[in-house]
């Protein structure tokens, strides 16, 4: 209800009290000049501003429309309007039925009320019940280089910066997009939307929903990360690997940054919210058709051409229109290489042949060198065994070195024909890789295309004259290369070895192992024992330089001798004793037993006799103990020899005795008996003794 009709009310009976003694005219008269003036003030479209009188023509006719419905009833009789007459009786007023206050002020256009609802409701179309932070779809109405304009059917549009639809290029005017209602009316009384926000919200069922049906989708690629893009898909940064950009290998991923590509999501981990994309999908999708119809035309032997779609250090990957086969590195050229990239590099168009592929023709193998004459065909007709040739090292390992003869062809010089020398060395020793040589050729192949060459054979054999050179008993000065249990080896010449047996190192040392005796790489004195020319081996030796000292020793060291020694290595069955010249004897362990019943010790320098002598096995035994054994026993035999010749005596004595006694008369009786007891005394004192 308005101001007005809270004013004048149909059904509202308003009571004016009336003076005494004032006529009824009177009163009619200011009642419906009261009337008058209400509904001139209902004329809100007409007012006059202040301090300004409202002119008679402009008043007269809204006066005479807005009062001509109007009736006042009293309780006598209806008076018509003429002038402000002063009433005081109790006057009724009230409104038709059918007046509309609405046409007030307005042209007056007339409707039914079905077209009137007809009109409401087309009306009501028009507009959106719209709340803040809701997300709806909006159409674009207007575009230019900053801002976006969109119609979400409210009572004014919404404006959005032009970046939030960086994903999407291809906006134009009309396009439906969604929003999201940030305020439907901020500081400055416009809409506010956002399609960022809206994007975030419904983004994550958007991922999943393409995920599931396997759509395509479009994304920006906002930047480059570690192995790979970050795409803005449905306002959600994914992943998209280097190897999902494209179906050939991308050297250059900023290439694609800024750029609205289509994509397929491949995975999504729910739990962390991350997604993977891919392009490369897209682009195998669409050669599959083409990869089929390839395959199913291969043949071997076939030449075809295709692009080099990656290079690796074993081989290169041929593009063949959708199909990928590839180029080991040994198919590549008749003659080696290091690496593919000397022969071709990526995005080189070549020619290929066809040597294999497997039943299901995913692996196809092509070849290159193939599509040129072999090398080996070429080869010159003339060569043979024994020819010399020059060629280049191109391939080193431990058991010989590869030479390149001409391009193509190569010959295998074995480590043993490099050098005379018999000592275990490797090809590293002498010749390193690009190495100019010149070379013998030992064996040739043409049919199985192999050849074998020497170095050593361009030198002369050492071994030609070496009973000349190294006579038996000759002197010389050799190089130790290497030991063994047995002996050493030493080095006379370049190619020319000897043994050194360990038995031929010393007269008076027991050695052990040779490295007690020298070093390796040091100089030792040799002299030629014997020469096998047909095994090429020369026997050596060392003390055959001095006299043998055991003729000597055999007086020194006589069975029975004395000599003093030094304990220096012990054993489990005896000692080792230094004696004097430098020779060393064995003493058992029942033989170190000294005189107070202890036993020798290490380093402990003490008497032993020679017990065992052996010029041939140059063997000295010795004993410690036998020296105070002997020493006691001889002691024991000298008193026994004593006590021997005094029984012999007293025997003698005694038997004297008895054959005076015969001759002796009864006076000597007396003395006889005494001397008699005296002797017997003695005896029995030296069977006591003894």
């Known amino acids: 209800m308005t101001e007005n009709e809270d004013i004048i009310n149909p059904e509202q009976e308003e009571v004016i009290p009336v003076e005494a003694g004032s006529d009824e005219t009177a009163v009619e008269a200011e009642a419906a000049e009261n009337v008058s003036e209400e509904v001139a003030e209902t004329a809100e479209p007409i007012v006059a501003e202040a301090d300004e009188p409202v002119e008679a023509e402009a008043a007269e006719p809204i006066v005479a429309e807005a009062a001509e419905p109007i009736v006042v009833e009293t309780e006598e009789d209806i008076v018509p309007v003429v002038s402000k007459p002063r009433f005081k009786e109790k006057v009724k007023m009230e409104q038709p039925a059918n007046f509309d206050w609405d046409a007030i002020g307005k042209k007056h256009e ?114 480059r990360t570690k192995g790979g893009l970050i795409v803005d898909v449905f306002g959600i940064e994914a992943f998209l690997p280097g190897s999902q950009i494209d179906v050939k290998p991308i050297r250059d991923y900023d290439i694609y940054v800024d750029k609205t ?157 490099m050098s005379w020398s018999q000592h275990l060395r490797t090809a590293q020793d002498f010749l390193k890789v690009s190495d100019e040589i010149e070379a013998v050729i030992l064996t040739l192949d043409r049919e199985e295309r192999k050849m074998s060459l020497g170095m050593k054979q361009l030198i002369p054999d050492p071994w030609d004259n070496i009973k000349t050179k190294y006579p038996v008993n000759s002197k010389h000065t050799a190089t130790v290369r290497n030991f063994t249990n047995f002996g050493i080896f030493v080095e006379m010449e370049e190619g020319v070895d000897g043994l050194i047996h360990i038995s031929d190192l010393s007269w008076s040392k027991k050695i052990k192992h040779p490295a007690e005796f020298t070093k390796v790489g040091e100089s030792i004195e040799v002299i030629v024992l014997d020469v096998d020319e047909e095994n090429r081996r020369l026997s050596l030796g060392h003390k055959q330089l001095e006299e043998n000292p055991w003729d000597v020793f055999e007086d020194i060291f006589a069975v029975g001798t004395i000599h ?100 002796t008369t009864l006076g000597d009786l007396d003395v006889l008996a005494g001397l008699k007891e005296n002797l017997e005394k003695e005896e029995k004192a030296a069977r006591k003794k003894k």
Not at 294 to 317: A, C, M, P, R
Not at 394 to 416: K, M, N, P, R, T
Not at 627 to 652: C, F, G, L, P, W
Request: aromatic share 6%.
């Open 564 to 663: 003093q020694g030094t304990i220096i290595t012990t054993s489990d069955k005896g000692m080792i004793v230094s004696m004097p010249y430098g020779v060393e004897g064995f003493a058992p362990n029942r033989h170190l037993k000294k005189e107070d019943g202890t036993q020798a010790r290490l380093e402990e320098t003490i008497d032993f006799k020679v017990i065992e002598f052996s010029k041939e096995n140059k063997k000295i035994i010795l004993s410690h103990s036998r020296i105070h054994e002997d020493i006691a026993q001889s002691s024991r035999q000298s008193e026994s020899d004593t006590a021997q010749n005094e029984a012999k005596s007293s025997k003698r004595t005694v038997k004297q005795i008895n054959e005076n006694l015969e001759r």
């Open 110 to 223: 007339f409707y039914s009320s079905d077209e009137r609802n007809k009109l409401e409701q087309m009306y009501d179309k028009t507009l959106s019940s719209i709340g803040d932070h809701e997300v709806i779809d909006g159409i674009v109405v207007g575009k230019n280089n900053r801002e976006i304009v969109v119609n979400i059917g409210f009572k004014s549009d919404g404006v959005i910066p032009v970046s939030e639809f960086r994903y999407n290029q291809e906006l134009k005017i009309g396009d439906k997009v969604e929003v999201y209602v940030e305020n439907q009316e901020g500081q400055s009384g416009q809409l506010m939307l956002s399609h960022k926000k809206a994007r975030i919200l419904r983004s994550w069922d958007r991922i999943n929903e393409a995920f599931e049906k396997e759509e395509i989708i479009n994304g920006y690629v906002k930047c």
């Open 261 to 417: 590509m289509e994509f397929k999501v491949v995975k999504i981990n729910q739990e962390y919210k991350n997604v993977v994309v891919s392009h490369k999908a897209l682009i195998e999708d669409e050669l599959e058709q083409q990869k089929t119809e390839i395959i199913s035309k291969l043949e071997k032997g076939q030449v075809l051409e295709g692009t080099v779609k990656n290079i690796t250090t074993y081989g290169v990957f041929i593009d063949l229109g959708g199909v990928d086969g590839l180029i080991h590195i040994t198919d590549l050229s008749w003659g080696r290489i290091n690496h593919p990239e000397e022969i071709v590099e990526l995005d080189q168009k070549i020619k290929v042949v066809i040597l294999d592929f497997d039943d299901n023709k995913k692996r196809i193998a092509l070849g290159l060198k193939q599509l040129t004459p072999h090398p080996w065909d070429a080869l010159d007709e003339n060569l043979k065994v024994g020819d010399t040739v020059k060629g280049k090292v191109v391939v080193i390992a431990d058991y010989g070195a590869f030479i390149e003869i001409v391009q193509g062809v190569e010959g295998l010089i074995h480590v043993s024909e």
